[in-house]
């Protein structure tokens, strides 16, 4: 797909169907030895706690926090990893879990590290969901995802294809697991222009996705600004508990949020007495939010592109 390419929400919808019903065989089963080690860190809710790495053959694309979600009659897995091997080993460790129909998957954003394990979940009835400006953000970028996960994990990325959402959240959506109620909301533009944070009522634990990066370095791929609007308005919120979509299996709440914080509003500092210098925007990773260097993994990884990213924004404020 190209980068002009802009299909309206039918189309979208077309594409997901279309590639789901494409010639690529079933998904192979995971063996229960090759499930996902998962984490109860509330009654019914189970996370898998990813690895600090980029993608690799030895973690098989899973490297994103992915949670599990079970109701009375149903279950909800958020994210699935980034290929199908890492969605069907998600799957494996929802099946030592419970027998409940997995009704729902739920995608906090388009990154291929939540998205590209979908296909292993697909079966009669399972709803795909996502916020409303998920699919476009998906689709512009499908060829480069599809290729980054071939050449990064070889043979372990077959089968490992786009699956489109087909439920997609404007505002507020509530899904109902039978006896557990979860509320998704859509979020204006910070980590991503569609980020969708998903609160158990049961218990109020909250799953922020990328909003919230523990130990990983935060992606910046939306709005720095917006990503610290949007902060102070979640840390005003109150919850027992809140799932990252890198870091621990669950976290504090608004604690959990103060170093990411920091970091982002340092990179806007930096990238502002930059621009005031007249620095160029060449001089950005190198100046940026360097004092912290030591506290983030995948520091060197990401941290340019941030600062990068950052000028380019901050740059006609």
């Known amino acids: 797909m190209s980068a002009g390419f802009q299909p309206d929400r039918r189309s979208l919808l077309a594409l997901g169907a279309a590639m789901a019903s494409g010639v690529l065989s079933r ?28 993608v690799a053959p030895a973690n098989e694309g899973a490297i994103a926090n992915m949670t599990l979600i ?77 290729d980054q996960a071939n050449r990064l994990l070889g043979p372990l990325a077959e089968g490992t294809r786009i699956v489109l959402p087909d439920l997609l959240v404007e505002d507020r959506m ?6 557990r109620r979860l509320l998704l909301e859509a979020h204006p533009t910070a980590h991503t222009d569609n980020d969708l944070t998903i609160r158990d ?46 870091g621990p299996a669950s976290a504090a709440w608004p604690e959990s949020s103060r170093a990411e914080r920091t970091y982002l509003a340092q990179l806007a500092a930096d990238v502002r007495a930059l621009i005031a210098r007249g620095s160029s925007m060449a001089q950005a990773p190198a100046a940026t939010a360097q004092d912290g260097r030591d506290e983030w993994a995948l520091f060197d990884e990401f941290n340019p592109r941030n600062a990068i990213a950052a000028y380019h924004e901050l740059e006609w404020e």
């Open 27 to 54: 998904v192979p089963p995971a063996a229960a030895d090759e499930a996902l080690p998962l984490e109860e860190v509330a009654p019914g809710i189970h996370v898998y706690r990813a690895p600090y790495e980029l």
């Open 70 to 146: 079970v109701g009375g009659e149903a279950a909800v897995v958020v994210d699935t990893g980034n290929s199908l091997r890492a969605g069907a080993r998600m799957l494996a460790a929802a099946r030592r879990v419970t027998d409940r129909p997995i009704r729902y998957v739920v995608n906090t954003h388009m990154h291929p590290d939540h998205t590209l394990g979908n296909a292993a979940f697909e079966a009669a009835g399972t709803r795909f969901v996502a916020h409303h400006k998920m699919p476009r953000a998906l689709s512009v970028r499908a060829d480069t995802y599809l």
């Open 174 to 179: 509530e899904l109902d697991l039978g006896d």
């Open 201 to 246: 009522a049961a218990t109020g634990s909250w799953i922020l996705g990328d909003l919230l990066f523990i130990g990983h370095v935060p992606t910046l791929d939306g709005s720095l600004l917006g990503w610290l609007a949007l902060l102070d308005r979640l840390a005003a919120r109150a919850a027992p508990c809140v799932v990252p979509g890198h």
